[in-house]
């Protein structure tokens, strides 16, 4: 949930106005909502660098793939190879085929094993960006979960000091709050 730069400061503004009026309720108030705003701010900044971590881990595990997929294209190349010279050898050709068919044959073992580790690395990728793709979703819940404590604890302040606002408004923050905490548990 992207939010506008300068909202922090409408939230001071508002809580600004509301010091000068004399409600030391109304200022306790004000502050939680600044309080909810550094706390929506922050989980705002954490949620976007988990969407970017699970962008950066798909577009690895996909690089990695496609290294996996040149290798297995690379080893059916010698694997032909190997049983084109080990059938010319079977068949009374040159002596060097039955040593080529033996080389291309050494030289497919090592690139099935690399292209095996390209595949491991590419299953590695794919979960750690399934985990940021998890804590992104927490953490958007928990970002609206604070932007929606801050627009029920200013009711509080519009309708004059009632409580009750406020006081569901400091659930859901703790909620919010919570729940960007349970998202790197």
């Keep these: 949930m992207n939010e506008s730069p300068t909202e922090p400061f409408e939230h001071a503004e508002h809580a600004q106005h509301v010091a000068h009026s004399g409600d030391s309720f109304l200022s306790i108030v004000s502050i939680?909502?600044?309080?909810?705003?550094?706390?929506?701010?922050?989980?705002?900044?954490?949620?976007?660098?988990?969407?970017?971590?699970?962008?950066?881990?798909?577009?690895?595990?996909?690089l990695l793939q496609s290294k996996a997929?040149?290798?297995?294209a690379f080893y059916q190349a010698k694997s032909v190879k190997q049983n084109l010279y080990a059938l010319a050898a079977e068949q009374g050709g040159k002596?060097?085929?039955?040593?080529?068919?033996?080389?291309y044959d050494s030289e497919q073992k090592e690139i099935e094993k690399q292209a095996r580790e390209y595949?491991?690395?590419?299953?590695?990728?794919?979960?750690?960006?399934?985990?940021?793709?998890?804590?992104?979703?927490?953490?958007?819940?928990?970002?609206?979960?604070?932007?929606?404590?801050?627009?029920?604890?200013?009711?509080?302040i519009i309708i004059r000091g009632r409580r009750w606002p406020w006081h569901g408004a400091l659930l859901l923050g703790a909620a919010g709050t919570i729940g960007a905490i349970f998202a790197y548990i």
Excluded at 95 to 103: L, Q
């Design 119 to 156: 595949e491991n690395q590419s299953h590695e990728a794919l979960e750690a960006s399934e985990k940021h793709e998890h804590r992104h979703h927490i953490l958007t819940v928990a970002v609206t979960l604070l932007h929606v404590a801050i627009a029920i604890a200013t009711i509080s």
């Design 32 to 62: 939680s909502i600044a309080i909810l705003a550094v706390l929506a701010a922050t989980v705002g900044s954490l949620e976007t660098l988990e969407t970017a971590k699970a962008f950066g881990e798909k577009n690895a595990a996909v």
């Design 95 to 103: 002596p060097e085929y039955a040593d080529k068919a033996r080389r």
């Design 69 to 72: 997929s040149d290798g297995w």
